[in-house]
């Protein structure tokens, strides 16, 4: 199984910026995949999580409103897009996919991380 990140890089504030995932090894239509982000010296939080079935994603509090993933099961793909980015979004980003229905907790792979930085 392998998941790849990509698309990371310098942006300014108010600013947007799209990252892509792409999974192999796995059919996406038995996972939730999530994306992560971890800022330096802080833990690593829960960016939004995307079910399976039924298209429903669960987007945290910080980026409720300006992200928005979007999957593509048949191109074992899911895709972050980013708006109205603020420095405090600035962190690795990484995905995930865990086989379930539902929580994106205790995931079973990972990506190596995309870094996003939001500065002037």
């Known amino acids: 199984v392998q998941l790849q990140a990509s698309g990371g890089g310098l942006v300014q504030p108010g600013g947007s910026l799209g990252l892509s995932c792409v999974t192999s090894?796995?059919?996406?239509?038995?996972?939730?995949i999530g994306w992560f982000r971890q800022a330096p010296g802080k833990e690593r939080e829960l960016v939004s999580c995307?079910?399976?079935?039924?298209?429903?994603?669960y987007y945290g509090d910080a980026v409720k409103g300006r992200f928005t993933a979007s999957r593509d099961n048949a191109k074992n793909t899911v895709s972050l897009r980013m708006n109205n980015l603020k420095a405090e979004d600035t962190a690795v980003y990484s995905c995930?996919?865990?086989?379930?229905?539902?929580?994106?907790?205790?995931?079973?792979?990972w990506g190596k991380g995309t870094l996003v930085t939001v500065s002037s």
């Open positions: 090894g796995i059919n996406l239509d038995y996972y939730v």
């Open positions: 995930a996919v865990r086989y379930d229905d539902y929580l994106c907790e205790g995931m079973d792979h």
């Open positions: 995307s079910a399976p079935k039924y298209g429903s994603t």
